[in-house]
């Protein structure tokens, strides 16, 4: 089993950059696929980004392509998302989620742990 925790989030105006990091314990965190997720007020929560378990591959959603970069640090135990020409829109609850499968997946179904989620708020 593993635990993960989200840092990084905050309040940033419009086209300004936030990177969000997951710290994970309890296992290493190179026995999964890494994923991030979001969750807006009212909305379902979608898949944002996701990385293959020793960083060889990369899978985004269209919304936040050429924008945010997802990363990882299988030394250190850490999971990030560099966040780039933020927009009003990218405002949700961001969640990291580790998944047991062996390849990239988008659906939340498909990861088995989750972060409490980290605030990310973008002002016009």
């Known amino acids: 089993q593993v635990q993960l925790v989200e840092s990084g989030g905050g309040l940033v105006q419009a086209g300004g950059s936030l990177r969000l990091s997951c710290a994970a314990s309890g296992r290493t965190l190179s026995s999964y696929v890494m994923g991030w997720f979001r969750q807006a007020p009212g909305k379902e929560r979608e898949f944002v980004a996701a990385?293959?378990?020793?960083?060889?591959?990369?899978g985004y959603a269209d919304s936040v392509k050429g924008r945010f970069t997802i990363s990882r640090d299988n030394a250190k135990n850490m999971v990030y998302l560099q966040m780039n020409i933020l927009k009003p829109e990218d405002t949700a609850v961001y969640y990291c989620a580790a998944s047991t499968t062996a390849i990239i997946r988008r659906s939340s179904n498909d990861y088995n742990y989750w972060g409490q989620g980290t605030q990310v708020t973008v002002s016009s």
């Open positions: 990385i293959s378990r020793s960083s060889g591959g990369t």
